[in-house]
């Protein structure tokens, strides 16, 4: 084809979890590769009711153009929501995104030049890594464990590399499932002040804990760390709570960083759905959702608690994970035992043709991939599926 694209697509290419699910037509598959909210946890009947709401009693607001920033009723919501967590955010310091994922894209656009160093950890969510590199990011990964990010090892990386940006996934983290402790919080909003560093909270999977709750969000403790709320910038869904399909997200950051990213946001997409906020707002207006997240962090805890107990019976020392605290995912690591290959790449292969998929975990890693792990999702499969995917596993390793 003689049309000549623009040279930032040389730095990405297809996510390899897109092209994984080309090959899950196969009858009876077992997937435990997306990253999807099981449906069936959808309030239907309270989205049905929201719905209702706002056609009856707003109409005009939700089927009309809006504001950049978000629909009023919506931004005062989300501020209440947060605050409910501890996060104190009027309702003008955040704007309304389509899903957190634009907000990721409207700070690649606010923040990135050619050649800006931003460090992420390694491994970290997939589309991040694309989104950056296409602004032409270069990116530095930080080892993270089950505490999450390393503080020590940032911090080295900080001094060594002088980011633009850091992006971390606090709390569940998107593939790692690590929790960043109380301690490793209060040092990174400190690292932040001192190196005058944006930090980003990518932060979708918070409510989605299975026993206590989560230390509080580094906005939340951006209050305990002098100067540094204005060096965070948070991202916030009801993707994984709520429905992705309503594609509400929003960033809250510093008022001139905001300022900038709403004046992006005019260019790609005017606005996020209007019926879409009017939706969600009549939603959390109606207070359904303190139950609805019960039921899911019950329903996904008995899933990962499922999964577990079968991984440990059915493939024993072949694989080594952490029992995740909450979020959706398992993240686990081929050891080896036996004489077995440690190719998780390979092994993805040999677990289609028994009938069940997950994502190998290098294409998470930003840099030096390690090509023994990958990722298991729980979310979407029931307890007797979850069990019979992992006796699969278990005869793809042989």
């Not at 940006?165 to 990174?188: A, D």
């Not at 209050?223 to 204005?230: A, L, T």
């Not at 709520?242 to 001139?256: I, K, Q, Y």
Request: negative net charge; charged residues 20%.
């Amino acid at each position: 084809m003689p049309i000549e694209f623009a040279q930032r697509l040389q730095n990405v290419e297809t996510s390899a979890i897109r092209e994984l699910f080309k090959l899950l037509g196969k009858p009876g598959i077992i997937s435990f590769a997306g990253g999807f909210p099981d449906s069936a946890m959808f309030d239907v009947a309270g989205l049905q009711s929201a719905v209702s709401e706002a056609l009856t009693h707003e109409a005009g607001a939700a089927l009309q153009y809006g504001a950049t920033e978000g629909y009023g009723p919506l931004r005062s919501g989300i501020s209440e929501f947060m605050a409910s967590k501890g996060m104190a955010c009027a309702p003008e310091g955040l704007i309304v995104t389509t899903g957190s994922q634009q907000a990721l894209d409207l700070l690649a656009k606010v923040m990135l030049d050619e050649g800006d160093k931003v460090i992420v950890e390694g491994p970290t969510f997939l589309a991040t890594i694309q989104c950056f590199r296409l602004y032409g990011a270069q990116l530095v990964s930080a080892p993270v464990d089950e505490h999450g990010v390393q503080v020590d090892l940032l911090e080295q990386l900080i001094v060594q590399h002088r980011p633009k940006m850091i992006y971390l996934i606090p709390t569940f983290g998107n593939p790692s499932g690590g929790l960043l402790s109380l301690e490793r919080r209060l040092k990174v909003l400190e690292l932040a002040v001192r190196h005058q560093v944006l930090v980003v909270e990518d932060d979708p999977y918070g409510d989605l804990y299975f026993g206590e709750a989560p230390p509080p969000s580094l906005l939340a403790l951006s209050e305990q760390v002098p100067g540094s709320r204005d060096w965070i910038a948070y991202c916030g869904s009801l993707s994984k709570v709520l429905s992705p399909g309503l594609r509400v997200g929003w960033l809250a950051a510093h008022p001139e960083l905001l300022a900038r990213a709403t004046m992006c946001k005019q260019f790609s997409d005017a606005h996020t759905s209007t019926f879409a906020q009017a939706t969600a707002a009549r939603y959390l207006q109606a207070g359904r959702m303190p139950a609805t997240l019960a039921q899911v962090r019950r329903v996904y805890a008995e899933r990962a608690q499922a999964m577990g107990r079968a991984l440990e019976r059915e493939v024993g020392e072949a694989v080594s994970f952490t029992q995740p605290q909450g979020g959706l995912f398992f993240w686990a690591q081929l050891t080896g035992a036996g004489g077995r290959s440690r190719d998780a790449g390979a092994f993805a292969k040999r677990a289609i043709e028994q009938g069940v998929a997950f994502v190998p975990g290098a294409p998470f890693y930003a840099e030096n991939p390690d090509t023994s792990t990958f990722r298991l999702s729980f979310a979407t499969a029931d307890v007797a599926k979850i069990e019979e995917g992992v006796k699969r596993l278990a005869a793809a390793l042989g």
